[in-house]
């Protein structure tokens, strides 16, 4: 028996059905179904009725079902014992495919630093495609992985097809910023296409294409100058009519950190949604170092939260 297989039971209970239990958890229908048909052979037993209309729980499910949710209070209640932390020893190797989730695996490797000084994490930033390809291959332990809306279905795609799970742990806007003097700020309104007309400054190295395929703007109309770190972009939107496309809390957050501040504009037609998480391999247990950085994750965004209330 794996722990996951009571999460999967945990998860079909709690949203109902198979189906909506795996794209909650962005895996595939097959994978929890699977698990959870050796999960029944292992025991002896049926846990659920199957049906065209659903599944229900077998009596023997619902006891099955009831344990699971003891083992994971169980579980939570492990989290908030103290004095153990020094006793977790374990490497764990993780990768981001963007400036934001650089920031939270940093900060949470900060944070680990001060409560499980036998974890060791070694970080590294990819694309997308390349962090999910690696950690399904287990050249990486764990992902942390942000993407906007519109890339939303081609993302699930790849972590149903790669049987990984998803846990989203942060939320966000796509903002337009620009320096507070901008010619746009002098708009009584702000379109897309207005904004289109300006430089735009990314740490981006290729064109993305979600400006082109979703706001009507030709690959010729863009003008990119790319910088390789945060501090240069934002100096470089200060001084010029360039803008940035940033996620808007961490926009206003680092407001708060470096010298160069940006103005997040009102864009009546840009409504983008940026979303992050943490990624592992659905089908391998997790170890108590890869469990204390994925909590560590959940905290570290959870206080990303509270800085931009």
Known sequence: MQLNQFKFLIAVDKYGSISKAAQELYISQ???SLSLIN??????????????????????????????????????SLKDITGSSEEIIGEVRIASNS???????????????????????????????????????????MGFITYHSLAA????????????????????????????????????EVYFEDVARYERVTMVTKKDPFLTQNFGVKDSDISIVTLVDVLNLRKYATQTDAVVIFPKNEALRSNEMFPYKLTVLDVKDFDVDIVGGWVHHGTHEMNAAEQCVAQAIENICQSYSEMTL
């Open 30 to 32: 097959s994978t929890i």
């Open 39 to 76: 999960l029944e052979e292992e025991l002896g037993y049926v846990l659920l009725n199957r049906s065209k209309r659903g599944v229900t729980f077998t009596p023997e499910g619902k006891e099955v079902l009831k344990r699971a949710y003891e083992i994971q209070n169980v579980l939570d």
């Open 99 to 141: 400036h934001l989730g650089m920031n939270i695996i940093t900060d949470t490797m900060l944070q680990l630093k001060h409560q499980y000084e036998g974890i060791r994490v070694y970080a590294q930033r990819d694309d997308v495609k390349a962090v999910l390809k690696k950690v399904a291959q287990n050249e990486l332990d």
């Open 153 to 188: 279905l081609d993302v699930q795609n790849d972590l149903k097809r790669l049987h990984l799970e998803f846990h989203k742990t942060y939320f966000d806007k796509q903002a337009v910023c620009t320096r507070k003097d901008h010619p746009l700020t002098k708009l009584p």
